[in-house]
């Protein structure tokens, strides 16, 4: 029996790598998206490409009804989650903090926290040991910005990411009796649309030319971070975050 695997925000991005990638790699793929169907459904064909039984749920993680629904869905179409990336995120406005909007904060901290630890409650549920489970692995997306604050740009999505690392520590040790590991990866600055989105178009470039290794990551380099902390492969590692940032 193929491990089925949820991935939030998985339209695009880091999330869309990280379904095809665990597609090619024996996984059954739920996907959540938020409101692009056609792309949602192009991750689906490729990872029926790849062999995968998949699926599209639509739905915003930062509410907990769509959440319920996301992984109801996912255990009628698939069955019983093995496998959770938490990927869905927001960046928001590139700016100060003084300039920040109460509803940007709002959006921010709903879906990047409190999105996260829905997700993680209804995985718990099914995943644990405890409940019939036969436990599992939980993969939360945190950011080099929780270490280094953001200042000037993103201090309120730095700070949800570090509430992500903080829920990372607590639950890799709270379910870890319960056949569950939970780990995070603190990710560099990535190839992907949210800088754009964010009014901020040359942080990529500009950060490429401080990293060590003179690029910013790609979306797959992310995905297959994800892949090793979700593999038998790390079975004795819970609770830790794996930075990939080429060395920034």
């Known amino acids: 029996m193929r491990p089925i695997c949820i991935v939030t925000g998985a339209s695009h991005g880091i999330g869309a790598a990280t379904a095809r990638l665990f597609s090619a790699q024996g996984y059954d793929i739920c996907i959540n998206y938020l409101s692009d169907h056609a792309a949602a459904g192009e991750v689906v064909a490729a990872c029926e490409a790849n062999g995968a039984r998949a699926i599209a749920v639509q739905g915003d993680v930062g509410d907990r009804a769509d959440v319920q629904g996301l992984f109801e869905q996912c255990d009628t179409g698939l069955g019983r989650v093995s496998c959770l990336i938490n990927n869905a ?94 780990n995070a990866i603190r990710v560099g600055t990535t190839n992907t649309r949210i800088h754009s989105q964010g009014g901020n178009p040359d942080r990529p470039a500009r950060i490429a030319a401080i990293t060590p290794m003179g690029r910013i990551a790609e979306p797959d380099d992310i995905a297959r971070a994800a892949l090793w902390l979700a593999s038998p492969g790390s079975g004795f590692v819970t609770g830790t975050l794996l930075t990939v940032s080429g060395g920034l």
Do not use: W
């Open 89 to 182: 995120g927001l960046i928001g406005k590139a700016g100060k903090l003084v300039d920040l909007d109460p509803a940007t904060l709002e959006k921010t901290f709903q879906v990047n926290v409190f999105g996260l630890v829905y997700c993680i409650q209804q995985a718990a549920v099914r995943m644990s040991t405890k409940n019939g489970g036969s436990g599992g692995s939980i993969v939360n997306m945190s950011s080099l910005a929780a270490a280094l604050g953001s200042p000037n740009e993103y201090i309120h999505y730095a700070a949800t990411k570090g509430a992500v690392e903080s829920i990372t520590f607590g639950t890799g040790k709270e379910l870890a009796p319960e056949g569950i590991r939970v």
